[in-house]
């Protein structure tokens, strides 16, 4: 059974940095998406960031690029996204997902997948 296991999140000042990680384990070698995505409350769900399953492809949401970078360990079976510079805006739980798609912005704007971990918390704030 797939199993996506979020961790890192938690308090953090405006300007500092979070890793999240997102620990796959199960058929993780059906699916050939990565993705984070948030929700902070009271707003919709949005695409944050994907990466395929070759590392080869990768995408961003607007509101992450030039601050967030996502990464994967295949040994580790596990997925990061390094939040930099980070703002009370980006202040929501962050969920990755799996998909049998393809990693592009198309993604991320569907908030569609296949499967879903149970989300880490991040809070940004002073």
């Known amino acids: 059974q797939l199993q996506l296991v979020e961790s ?3 308090l953090v000042q405006p ?3 979070l890793r999240l990680t ?3 384990s199960g ?16 707003k919709e769900r949005e695409g944050v960031s994907c990466i395929s399953s070759s590392g080869g492809s990768t995408a961003y949401g ?3 690029k030039g ?8 040994a580790k079976s596990t ?3 390094q939040m930099n510079n980070l703002k009370p805006e980006d202040t929501a739980v962050y969920y990755c997902a ?3 798609g393809y990693c592009n912005t198309y993604y991320l704007s569907l908030i569609s997948s296949d499967y879903w971990g149970q989300g880490t918390q991040v809070t940004v704030s002073s």
């Open 8 to 10: 890192g999140g938690g």
């Open 15 to 17: 300007g500092g940095s």
């Open 22 to 24: 997102c620990a796959a």
């Open 27 to 42: 058929f993780t070698s059906v699916y050939s998406v990565i993705g984070w995505f948030r929700q902070a409350p009271g």
């Open 62 to 64: 607007d509101s992450a």
């Open 67 to 74: 601050r967030f970078t996502i990464s994967r360990d295949d």
């Open 79 to 81: 997925v990061y996204l």
């Open 98 to 100: 799996v998909d049998r």
